[in-house]
């Protein structure tokens, strides 16, 4: 396999694994998309972290610059990164933090104060907004806000099982027709769409979640003798196209890779008497099982770590009533 090493830059002297596969059919550009993703998504690549330059990771990887500019900004299309003219590529962030920085609870209330203040709200609709804060009650349940319903379905599965708390989920077009619908809830989003729910949502109590493949579900995938035939079955057509690359950057040409929605009960049935490997979701393993295929694995999208991460966010308060959608009142 041809590839490219650990490569260190920045301050932070992170140190990254890309892999490139040049003879698995899949393009470098694709291959190295679907990596740095993962990375982000995954959280190992931080928020705000300084990526490096075009020319510099196309000297490391060995490619044309071309190819990771293409790159770059597929991710940047995809809310990943921000290209910011002048100062480089980074990994998008969920904001500022500035009160992260306070010594004390009086310099968090100046600097929130200051912050509110300096764009445009009065002072009767912080006291409004505080009194509010102040008589929130821990979430009762958690919403998950994503563009594709079958994506958000399959996560609320996730974490209604592990957690057993009650969840739903809304697409960003409801939820700002009905702000309502995040009364009393913890709003969950993957990365790229955090920035979507701020700007509707800006008061809302958020949490973030990264999506990774375990490394069992990567040891598995790669023990795969040669010639193997895998099958992905999902719920969520995203998950597709992601596994798709996401196998084919893993064992290139190695392995023979087919991709079917759950719903195409048909096409995955056909497929299944040949297939050596299924992969599927939580909620295709079931049914994918009582079809009795060779070797079944049943994948989790959200990891252990967010759904710890998830917990101690319900532990929090959360506002009750509709959450505040408009900007401040101008004179």
């Known amino acids: 396999m041809d590839g490219a090493g650990p490569f260190c830059y920045g301050p932070l002297a992170l140190s990254m694994d890309i892999v490139l596969n040049r003879r698995g059919g899949v393009p470098v550009r694709d291959q190295l998309v679907t990596q740095l993703e993962l990375k982000i998504l995954g959280g190992e690549l931080a928020q705000g972290q300084r990526l490096p330059s075009v020319r510099a990771l196309a000297r490391r990887l060995k490619v044309h610059h071309n190819t990771v500019s293409a790159a770059y900004q597929d991710l940047e299309a995809a809310g990943h990164v921000e290209l910011q003219r002048g100062s480089g590529v980074f990994v998008r ?68 099982g592990a957690l057993g708390i009650p ?18 809830a913890l709003a969950v989003v993957l990365p790229y769409h955090e920035a979507t729910l ?19 579900d990567r040891e598995a995938i790669a023990s795969l003798p040669p010639g193997s035939i895998v099958l992905v079955v999902s719920h969520a057509p995203p998950v597709l196209p992601f596994a798709s690359v996401f196998l084919r950057s893993l064992r290139g040409d190695e392995v023979h890779v087919e991709t079917r929605l759950l719903a195409s009960s048909r096409e995955w049935r056909r497929l ?24 079944l694995r049943e994948v989790r999208m959200v990891s252990a770590a967010a759904l710890e991460r998830l917990r101690e966010a319900l532990t929090a308060v959360v506002p ?3 959450t505040r959608t408009r900007g401040p009142s101008r004179a």
Do not use: C, N, Q, Y
């Not at 006291?127 to 399959?154: G, I, K, N, Q, T």
């Not at 701020?198 to 069992?216: D, F, K, N, Q, Y």
């Not at 297939?275 to 060779?294: H, N």
């Open 93 to 160: 962030g969920g904001g500022p933090r500035i009160l992260t920085e306070a010594r004390g609870l009086d310099e968090m209330i100046r600097l929130a104060l200051h912050a509110a203040f300096a764009k445009g709200f009065t002072g009767a609709e912080v006291r409004v907004a505080v009194e509010r804060w102040l008589a929130a009650a821990p979430p009762d349940r958690v919403l998950v806000v994503d563009p594709s319903p079958e994506m958000a379905d399959l996560i609320v599965h996730e974490i209604r």
């Open 167 to 184: 969840a739903g989920r809304a697409t960003p077009d409801e939820l700002a027709r009905d702000p309502g619908l995040l009364s009393g």
């Open 198 to 216: 701020a700007r509707i949502a800006p008061g809302a109590a958020l949490e973030v979640i990264h999506l990774e493949v375990s490394a069992p």
């Open 272 to 295: 299944l008497a040949a297939a050596d490997f299924v992969l599927a979701d939580v909620m295709a393993a079931s049914v994918v099982k009582a079809a009795r295929p060779r070797r």
């Open 320 to 322: 009750r009533g509709a």
